[in-house]
């Protein structure tokens, strides 16, 4: 028992924070830096894409890395990374030197986020796990959606530099404090790296990301994404023929964990899906004010951060299965609010939020406690680092899907999708709502994971 727990949390979430923060926080600044370097937006759009990228490259890797070498040596050395590449982007004279700068900043971000939630589940007893997993939720939400909201009050007081210099001295706080708090577990003995693997899921990932990207050329889009697929489907046939990939067998045949994770890719798919089109509808149909907009959106953390605390609590003392349904449930009720009501409603789209956000709160820290808790004692980084990337890709498929759906609704001249492809697609998540539902139905109470089942997984409990 780890008398400190609550305090390495804190250390344990200010990485999460600032790792999440920085995917979004800089986006006020393009315009600025594009005028800066003399650049297209095409081109500075990547200081955004190259951190995605190399987050979502890297996350197995590190993952696997961290339960060989010692989860606290990499979480540790993510914060002084992540601050040195802070410290090289705001002393940038060049584009170049920004994107580079912007790729040390993912690799120490993926160091931090691929060992979070391990670290969670390394200190805190099972009773307590779904509280203290449930905080971090709220803080991996509130850092994704709080980066363009915060990179906005920055850069009024400063310039776009500011915006990186901010995490030097968080980076320097969180090297020491982790280095003097966290536990120095002893970790399995390394049987090697896949590195067939991890570099043809890093290319996977990539190619479904530049995909999701979008752009005027639609063979371009298709040809990504089908690659990326074909990719990936001969990874998962390779993988299937060897052991210690990876993908690992003992992670994806374990019940909980392949539900899980299944379930976290369609919640952040349908999150991403329908935030995006809302963005963009209250701006350029409703003409809200960005501020306006930035205050319509919070709710959707706050009811988030409200719920989750609370869920974590349920959780540890009655079991998962009644938050895991009642998830799934209030999210399909928040997009039936938009398909049934006017979609031109502030009060629909406000309602839509709060519900959707509340889901959110019931559902992932619990999902994420189940994952964890499942997974086996000298796997649980490469189990949490995957969770992350399905989260990341559950996103990245969101976005692809907004954009197939409404990809003109930014257009001066594009239709009103009021009573058409908006309905289309939040009828679509719907569906999407309801396909999480049926697998949580899957889990329900009494059954134990196969992996780990003497510590007992929190599904087994009375929901």
């Known amino acids: 028992m780890y008398t400190n727990r609550w305090r390495i949390l804190h250390i344990v979430n200010l990485g999460t924070f600032v790792s999440t923060l920085d995917i979004g926080i800089v986006n006020v600044a393009l315009p600025t830096m594009a005028e800066q370097f003399s650049v297209s937006l095409a081109q500075i759009q990547w200081v955004v894409t190259c951190y995605l990228l190399t987050m ?14 010692g989860r606290n040596k990499i979480y540790s050395g993510g914060f002084l990374v992540f601050g040195l590449g802070s410290l090289v982007a705001a002393l ?16 120490g971000a993926t160091m931090i986020m691929a060992n979070s939630q391990a670290m969670v589940r390394q200190i805190f007893p099972d009773n307590e796990r779904g509280k203290a997993l449930g905080l971090n939720a709220v803080i991996i939400s509130v850092g994704t959606l709080a980066g363009p909201a915060v990179g906005g009050i920055l850069m009024v007081y400063t310039g776009w530099e500011g915006l990186f210099l901010i995490n030097v001295p968080l980076g320097i706080l969180g090297l020491v404090a982790g280095l003097r708090m966290f536990p120095n577990i002893k970790q399995a003995a390394s049987k090697g790296l896949d590195v067939i693997g991890i570099v043809a899921l890093a290319a996977a990932t990539v190619l479904l990301v530049l995909a999701a990207e979008g752009g005027v050329d639609v063979r371009q889009v298709w040809l990504l994404t089908g690659s990326g697929v074909a990719l990936l489907a001969g990874l998962i046939y390779y993988e299937t023929r060897i052991s210690n990939g ?10 909980t964990i392949a539900i899980g994770n299944t379930s976290a890719f369609f919640f952040h798919l349908v999150q991403m899906a329908t935030l995006i089109p809302i963005t963009f509808y209250l701006q350029y149909k409703l003409g809200y004010e960005p501020w306006l907009t930035g205050l319509m959106l919070s709710l959707q953390p706050l009811f988030m951060g409200i719920v989750a605390p609370i869920s974590g609590w349920y959780r540890d003392r009655f079991g998962a299965f009644a938050l895991l349904v009642a998830g799934p449930v209030i999210g ?6 938009v398909v049934v009501l006017p979609i031109g409603s502030a009060v629909a789209i406000a309602v839509h939020l709060a519900l959707f956000g509340a889901a959110m709160g019931f559902f992932q820290a619990t999902n994420n406690a189940e994952i964890m808790s499942a997974a086996p004692e000298h796997k649980i980084s490469h189990t949490g680092s995957m969770l992350a990337l399905i989260r990341y890709l559950g996103m990245i498929a969101g976005i692809g899907l907004a954009a197939a759906f409404v990809g003109n609704l930014g257009g001066a001249d594009g239709p009103t999708p009021a009573d058409s492809q908006l309905r289309y697609l939040f009828l679509l998540c719907f569906v999407f709502c309801l396909v999480i539902l049926g697998a949580s139905m899957l ?17 087994g409990r009375k929901g």
Do not use: H, Y
């Open 443 to 459: 889990r329900r109470p009494g059954k134990v994971s196969p992996v780990n089942s003497s510590k007992g997984s929190a599904a």
């Open 56 to 69: 979502v490259a890297l996350l197995p890797l590190m993952g696997k890395l961290s339960d060989q070498v």
């Open 332 to 337: 399909a009720a928040s997009l039936v609010v």
């Open 92 to 107: 940038s004279g060049s584009l170049t030197w920004i994107i580079i700068a912007r790729c040390i900043q993912g690799v």
């Open 246 to 255: 990876i993908l690992d067998k003992e992670l994806f045949t374990n019940r």
